[in-house]
């Protein structure tokens, strides 16, 4: 399995935050958003066969702040940092340019650096996801902790049958709604199938997965049952650490 880690977002709600520094620089817990990441990650390289990293503002000091972090984070997967994505075009849309980009045929983690996981719920999530065949999205009860990421509701199998943005489930109950928290699985015929794609205007995850589901595609969910962090205001960089 490869993995795909995205750092290429502008990160705007950041505010200056982001002005000089890309949102994967951003240190939390005396470590950045991307070293976080790469943490979590540790103790998978029996099924993970290389992380790639793809970039797109400033770039150039994602790349630079790694190297620096590098012997802190003690890797044992090998990293590549993929060219410069061109014109960012969303979350899926950038997911879609680096899945193309590192010419991957296998099936794939995909990941952004707006959240934190622990190192064991990550590995709980790869223990799911081993022998499932099937795409996969890890998925949390506690929505406050990422009002914008979208809701995911379940049947009693732990299949997706509905997706939406945030903003269209105000008014759900919160035990008939997950949040995805953002870890994705996907399996190789859907890896194939995304790199089919084409975008001509930004897409976000919450503006493809639900047309997809509601034609009937079957996506599995794993539930994360342990706190977990996102940053999307400067706010959050006050929050507790895991």
């Known amino acids: ?9 502008r990160g ?22 991307l070293a976080h990441t790469l943490s979590a990650l540790n103790g998978s390289e029996d099924f993970i066969e290389r992380i790639c990293i793809a970039t797109g503002y400033r770039a150039n000091k994602i790349e630079s702040q790694y190297r620096h972090d590098a012997v802190g984070i003690s890797s044992k997967i090998p990293i590549t940092f993929l060219p410069v994505e061109p014109q960012p075009k969303g979350t899926f849309g950038s ?6 980009t590192a010419k991957t045929t296998r099936p794939c983690l995909i990941l952004g650096i707006d959240v934190i996981v622990t190192q064991r719920a990550m590995a709980e999530f ?6 499932e065949a099937r795409t996969t999205f890890m998925v949390s009860a506690m929505l406050a902790v990422a009002p914008t990421h979208g809701r995911i509701h379940l049947n009693g199998k732990g299949e997706i049958v509905e997706y939406r943005k945030s903003s269209l489930c105000a008014q759900a109950p919160p035990d008939d709604w997950y949040c995805d928290v953002g870890v994705r699985y996907f ?10 794609l084409s975008f001509t205007s930004a897409c976000d995850f919450d503006d493809i997965v639900p047309p997809i589901v509601d034609k009937g595609r079957v996506f599995e969910s794993h539930v994360l049952n342990e706190r977990w962090l996102h940053f999307a205001h400067s706010r959050d960089f006050l929050q507790k650490p895991l």
Do not use: Y
């Open 126 to 131: 790869i223990a799911h996801i081993r022998n």
């Open 12 to 33: 705007k709600r950041l505010g200056a935050l982001t002005m000089h520094q890309p949102k994967a620089n951003l240190r939390f817990a005396r470590k950045s958003l």
């Open 1 to 9: 399995m490869d993995t795909i880690i995205l750092t290429g977002g």
């Open 95 to 100: 997911a879609v340019w680096a899945l193309r």
């Open 187 to 196: 399996s190789a015929d859907f890896v194939k199938e995304c790199q089919s």
